[in-house]
């Protein structure tokens, strides 16, 4: 079993940044993707962003990537979403998710392909 906490979240002005944090415990995540997906107020989960087992791989929901940056730190088991130039509409609970399938990397961003989720870190970007 896998458990994951997430941390970093908070309140911020619009226009700032935050960095969030996920540090996996039970087992080592190092040859697991990493993800993470937000859900805001009413709405479903939706998948931000993902990085390879190995780090040389991410891809983001569309044009994220200019203000996410998602990285792991292996020898932490730990995987991290910095966020930048926040807007209100990125408010929601973070969560991060890891993929149990060893030295394999998907583009899929569906909730389904991860095995196990964080209880989440909440968000709020004020205009």
């Known amino acids: 079993q896998i458990q994951l906490v997430e941390s970093g979240g908070g309140l911020v002005q619009a226009g700032g940044s935050l960095t969030l944090s996920c540090v996996a415990s039970?087992?080592?995540?190092?040859?697991?993707?990493m993800a993470w997906f937000r859900q805001a107020p009413g709405k479903e989960r939706k998948f931000v962003a993902a990085?390879?087992?190995?780090?040389?791989?991410?891809h983001y929901i569309d044009g994220l990537h200019r203000r996410f940056t998602i990285s792991r730190d292996n020898a932490k088991n730990a995987g991290y979403l910095q966020m930048s130039s926040l807007e209100p509409e990125d408010t929601a609970v973070y969560y991060c998710?890891?993929?149990?399938?060893?030295?394999?990397?998907?583009?899929?961003?569906?909730?389904?392909?991860?095995?196990?989720w964080g209880q989440g870190t909440r968000v709020t970007v004020s205009s």
């Open positions: 998710a890891v993929r149990a399938r060893p030295y394999h990397t998907t583009d899929s961003r569906a909730r389904e392909e991860y095995d196990f």
């Open positions: 039970g087992r080592s995540v190092d040859t697991y993707q």
């Open positions: 990085i390879s087992w190995d780090g040389f791989t991410t």
